[in-house]
């Protein structure tokens, strides 16, 4: 099932839902946790491709910028060129070549 939104109604959503994961936590000793969630998103329409591998990367790229901007980043096709090694971006965990960083 594809979920087509317009682009402005797929922001508020996603802004929505980073609203609600800011939310504090209620421990069960009654102390609060504070809780930020970064979030990204892409949809076949945004980034111009059906493959799931292109959309999960650009999705983990808009993730990216959303951690820097502070807000829910929906992907574009910019998003889709950010380079990667074994499918991870470059320079996350794992992606070293020959026994050094990306």
């Known amino acids: 099932?594809?979920?087509?939104?317009?682009?402005?109604r797929l922001e508020r959503r996603l802004a929505q839902l980073v609203r609600m994961l800011h939310s504090p936590v209620v421990l069960e000793d009654g102390r609060t946790a504070d809780v930020a969630a970064s979030v990204g998103a892409a949809t076949p329409h945004a980034v111009g491709s059906r493959d799931l591998t292109v959309l999960q990367r650009a999705a983990d790229a808009a993730l990216y910028d959303g951690?820097?901007?502070?807000?829910?980043?929906?992907?574009?096709?910019?998003?889709?060129?950010?380079?990667?090694?074994?499918?991870?971006?470059?320079g996350r965990p794992g992606t070293t070549v020959w026994g050094r960083a990306a």
């Open 1 to 8: 099932m594809v979920l087509e939104l317009p682009a402005a």
């Open 67 to 90: 951690k820097h901007s502070g807000r829910a980043v929906v992907a574009s096709p910019a998003h889709t060129t950010v380079p990667s090694i074994n499918g991870r971006r470059a």
